[in-house]
Protein backbone atom coordinates (compact mmCIF):
# COMPACT_ATOMS: atom_id res chain seq x y z
CA UNK A 1 0.00 0.00 0.00
CA UNK A 2 1.32 3.29 -1.35
CA UNK A 3 2.12 5.89 1.89
CA UNK A 4 2.27 9.50 1.46
CA UNK A 5 2.70 12.27 3.99
CA UNK A 6 -0.58 14.58 4.88
CA UNK A 7 1.55 17.46 3.67
CA UNK A 8 2.02 16.01 0.40
CA UNK A 9 -1.36 14.80 0.02
CA UNK A 10 -2.69 18.14 0.75
CA UNK A 11 -0.49 19.65 -2.12
CA UNK A 12 -1.56 16.87 -4.45
CA UNK A 13 -5.53 15.74 -3.24
CA UNK A 14 -7.22 15.52 -6.36
CA UNK A 15 -4.37 13.93 -7.92
CA UNK A 16 -4.31 11.66 -5.34
CA UNK A 17 -8.52 11.16 -5.16
CA UNK A 18 -7.94 10.40 -9.17
CA UNK A 19 -5.30 7.68 -8.95
CA UNK A 20 -7.65 5.66 -5.61
CA UNK A 21 -10.06 5.92 -7.79
CA UNK A 22 -9.31 4.29 -11.01
CA UNK A 23 -6.82 1.77 -9.31
CA UNK A 24 -8.91 1.01 -6.54
CA UNK A 25 -5.19 1.07 -4.46
CA UNK A 26 -5.78 2.38 -0.92
CA UNK A 27 -2.82 5.22 -0.20
CA UNK A 28 -2.60 5.66 3.65
CA UNK A 29 -1.61 9.10 4.58
CA UNK A 30 0.59 9.34 7.65
CA UNK A 31 1.79 12.55 10.10
CA UNK A 32 3.99 12.84 12.44
CA UNK A 33 1.83 11.63 15.43
CA UNK A 34 1.58 8.70 14.30
CA UNK A 35 -2.18 8.24 13.84
CA UNK A 36 -2.38 7.52 10.39
CA UNK A 37 -5.51 7.34 7.72
CA UNK A 38 -6.31 5.28 4.98
CA UNK A 39 -7.90 6.82 1.57
CA UNK A 40 -9.84 4.26 -0.16
CA UNK A 41 -12.69 5.38 -3.53
CA UNK A 42 -16.08 5.87 -2.66
CA UNK A 43 -17.12 2.48 -4.61
CA UNK A 44 -14.67 0.76 -3.08
CA UNK A 45 -16.13 2.18 0.67
CA UNK A 46 -19.65 0.98 -0.60
CA UNK A 47 -18.45 -2.59 -1.44
CA UNK A 48 -16.65 -3.08 2.02
CA UNK A 49 -19.82 -1.96 3.63
CA UNK A 50 -21.93 -4.46 1.58
CA UNK A 51 -19.60 -7.42 2.79
CA UNK A 52 -20.19 -6.40 6.17
CA UNK A 53 -23.77 -6.29 5.61
CA UNK A 54 -24.20 -9.61 4.27
CA UNK A 55 -21.91 -11.45 6.93
CA UNK A 56 -23.90 -10.22 9.70
CA UNK A 57 -26.88 -12.21 8.54
CA UNK A 58 -26.70 -15.50 9.83
CA UNK A 59 -25.63 -18.10 7.44
CA UNK A 60 -25.73 -15.88 4.66
CA UNK A 61 -22.18 -16.54 3.71
CA UNK A 62 -22.97 -20.18 3.96
CA UNK A 63 -25.75 -19.91 1.66
CA UNK A 64 -23.68 -18.00 -1.23
CA UNK A 65 -20.83 -20.39 -1.12
CA UNK A 66 -23.50 -23.32 -1.39
CA UNK A 67 -25.38 -21.80 -4.23
CA UNK A 68 -22.16 -21.18 -5.79
CA UNK A 69 -21.59 -24.76 -6.21
CA UNK A 70 -25.51 -25.33 -7.62
CA UNK A 71 -24.56 -26.73 -11.41
CA UNK A 72 -26.17 -23.77 -13.93
CA UNK A 73 -28.50 -26.19 -15.09
CA UNK A 74 -30.41 -26.57 -11.29
CA UNK A 75 -30.70 -22.70 -11.10
CA UNK A 76 -33.85 -21.19 -11.46
CA UNK A 77 -35.37 -19.08 -13.87
CA UNK A 78 -35.81 -15.75 -13.08
CA UNK A 79 -39.52 -14.81 -12.56
CA UNK A 80 -40.43 -11.27 -12.36
CA UNK A 81 -43.93 -12.01 -11.09
CA UNK A 82 -42.88 -14.50 -8.28
CA UNK A 83 -43.76 -13.28 -5.00
CA UNK A 84 -41.31 -13.69 -2.37
Known amino acids: MTAISVTKARENIYQIL ?3 NSSSQPITIT ?3 GKNGVLISEDD ?3 I ?3 LYLNSIPGMAESILKA ?3 PLEECSVYNPDEEW
Open 31 to 33: NNR
Open 45 to 47: WNA
Open 18 to 20: ADV
Open 49 to 51: QET
Open 68 to 70: GKE
